[in-house]
């Protein structure tokens, strides 16, 4: 069972930056894929990123594509997401999911974190 904590959520204003730091409980850590989903207010989660066990490949939502960067680091546990040039649609609760592979849909992964909250101000 690999238990996931999101942090480095917070409020920003419209342009600015936050990363996200998902830490993971077990060293399998490093044989899976790891995501980065969110959710807003009275919608259905979303992909927003993900990547490789290696950190080889990447792959973003258009949403995102530019502005976000999706990294890890299988010494220590943890898989990151820098957000820049953040935008009031940016608001949502953040996920970080582990799972099998480059995947994107919700139902394919297998653990989740509890979330962190992201809100951009305009």
């Known amino acids: 069972q690999v238990q996931l904590v999101e942090s480095g959520g917070g409020m920003v204003q419209a342009g600015g930056s936050l990363r996200l730091s998902c830490a993971a409980s077990?060293?399998?850590?490093?044989?899976?894929?790891m995501a980065w989903f969110r959710q807003a207010p009275g919608t259905e989660r979303q992909f927003v990123a993900v990547?490789?066990?290696?950190?080889?490949?990447?792959d973003y939502a258009e949403s995102v594509h530019g502005r976000f960067t999706i990294s890890r680091d299988n010494a220590n546990p943890t898989v990151y997401l820098q957000m820049n040039s953040l935008k009031p649609e940016d608001t949502a609760v953040y996920y970080c999911?582990?799972?099998?592979?480059?995947?994107?849909?919700?139902?394919?992964?297998?653990?989740w974190g509890q979330g962190t909250q992201v809100t951009v101000s305009s």
């Open positions: 990547i490789s066990w290696s950190g080889e490949r990447t």
């Open positions: 077990e060293r399998t850590f490093s044989n899976l894929a």
């Open positions: 999911a582990a799972g099998r592979g480059i995947l994107y849909r919700v139902h394919e992964y297998d653990f």
